[in-house]
């Protein structure tokens, strides 16, 4: 059923510097590092000063572990992979953490961000994490946190039920466009029973253990922590949430819980990675904080989302007069001589436009490319093959674009990775809230270049527009 969004005021108010002093003070005892696996490169918007390795090896995760910080990134990019990548993924992962904790005698804590609207390779990556760490150590998993709030883009949490903003509407997110996803579909939107589906009736609703919004706004910290430290089985914790002051509230029993010796995995969306790594709030950055240096040439805008909100971000930024559009037809991609030229003129396009100041937005079809029922991993190689076609644009380019901004998840993250050719960002902060910017590494193709990751599902109609005003200035 839906909400009005008036709702979520309708909960009593904590006293917010208490809670900060007990937070702080709980995190001053919590001496493990924090790795975040993110399965796109969009879970770093609520961060800043943070280190993002696009790799896994074992000298870029001792590198995350000598770091000052009590938190890193690695950036996964596991959405775009196939149920049996992100097994071998995860697995290298765990094993590689292993290797590097033991050496550094360092206790550690995974969090594995997934997606505020619950699509992703859940509970498959969560579950190999546990099997690899289980087998190559003495660290037994009691239990799995899932807490998919995050502000930012409207993902709120109440009477367990996960719901998704669409302006004064909360909707169900089982109700949503996300839940239709082909790859990651699901049909619950109360997330015990999302787990009970997802699990294929492994993990059951009636045995989770939810953390009330009643809970937390008492302050009922000791109990919280009490109900923590009797999970066992590597059962669900589901936590409700609908603001920052909830996560902030439920991190102090977890915390509590943990120092008691319990050990657990988390699958959440970008707000607990803050709480638990301590980052403090940070302004919106400024075009000076993000273009230093002018180059004279036009910036590029790259969009390879397809969710209802990114086309409407998109035709929000044709109302800018000075934007060159280009629309790539990946539908070609069943073409594969087609294709290729397609990108060619699509390349040879954009850089020519580029060197003469013009900033240009490059946009797939909007029309998803259905190839009917049962096709999903067909469907998603064939994704896989377009994002490499689009992340060729920025491979192939000769010259260093003002700024660049990539729309969506795996484009982004493909953008960042091959096509800048990161291997480890620094999160400068946010340009719009939940739109994140990585300062490139000296490694990149562009080092120092301010690059915008835009999440495909993030952000009001007008933010797409805002944020290439913002750059263009």
């Not at 009736?201 to 009922?220: C, D, H, V």
């Not at 580029?354 to 900033?359: A, D, H, N, P, V």
């Not at 049962?374 to 000769?398: F, G, N, P, Y």
Request: proline share 3%; with cysteine.
């Amino acid at each position: 059923m839906k909400e009005k969004i008036e709702i979520l005021d309708t909960f009593p108010k904590v006293e917010t510097q208490a809670v900060n002093e007990l937070l702080e003070k709980a995190l001053k005892s919590l001496n493990k590092k924090i790795i975040v696996l993110d399965d796109d490169p969009t879970g770093v918007q609520t961060v800043h000063d943070i280190s993002v390795f696009t790799d896994w090896t074992v000298e870029s995760i001792e590198q995350g572990f000598n770091e000052d910080r009590s938190m890193f990134f690695i950036l996964t990019n596991s959405r775009g992979f196939t149920a049996e990548e992100t097994e071998n993924a995860h697995r290298e992962i765990a094993e590689n953490i292993l290797k590097v904790a033991k050496r550094l005698n360092c206790e550690f804590i995974i969090i594995s961000r997934g997606d505020s609207t619950l699509r992703g390779h859940y509970p498959l990556e969560t579950k190999i994490l546990k099997e690899t760490i289980e087998s190559g150590s003495e660290l037994k998993m009691d239990g799995e946190v899932i807490l998919p709030f995050f502000k930012e883009g409207g993902r709120f949490t109440l009477n367990n039920i996960h719901y998704v903003q669409y302006g004064e509407e909360l909707v169900p997110a089982g109700e949503t466009e996300f839940a239709k996803d082909r790859t990651f579909g699901y049909t619950k939107s109360h997330l015990g029973e999302w787990i009970e589906e997802k699990s294929n009736g492994e993990f059951l609703a009636e045995n989770t253990l939810y953390i009330t919004l009643e809970q937390l706004r008492s302050m009922k910290v000791g109990e919280i922590a009490e109900q923590l430290i009797q999970v066992n089985g590597f059962n669900k914790v589901v936590v409700n949430a609908v603001d920052e002051i909830d996560v902030k509230t439920f991190t102090i029993a977890l915390v509590q819980a943990m120092n008691a010796g319990k050990n657990f995995l988390f699958r959440s969306a970008a707000a607990l990675p803050k709480v638990l790594g301590g980052v403090s709030d940070k302004p919106l950055l400024t075009k000076e904080e993000l273009v230093q240096e002018d180059t004279g040439n036009g910036g590029l805008i790259i969009i390879g989302s397809h969710v209802k909100k990114t086309t409407e971000q998109l035709e929000e930024l044709k109302k800018l007069r000075d934007i060159q559009f280009i629309e790539f037809n990946s539908h070609l991609v069943l073409q594969p001589e087609e294709f290729n030229k397609e990108v060619n003129r699509v390349i040879e396009t954009t850089e020519s436009l580029i060197r003469s100041g013009k900033t240009v937005a490059v946009y797939t079809r909007r029309e998803r490319l259905d190839l009917g029922e049962d096709k999903k991993e067909e469907e998603l190689k064939l994704s896989v093959a377009i994002s490499d076609a689009v992340t060729s644009i920025v491979t192939r380019l000769q010259v260093r674009p003002n700024f660049l901004v990539a729309k969506g998840g795996i484009t982004s993250s493909d953008v960042g990775t091959k096509g800048l050719q990161v291997k480890r960002a620094t999160v400068a902060g946010q340009i719009r809230p939940g739109i994140p910017v990585w300062r490139t590494g000296a490694e990149s193709k562009y080092p120092g270049m301010s690059y915008v990751i835009f999440p495909g599902n993030v952000g009001t109609k007008d933010d797409l527009k805002t944020v290439v005003e913002i750059l263009s200035k």
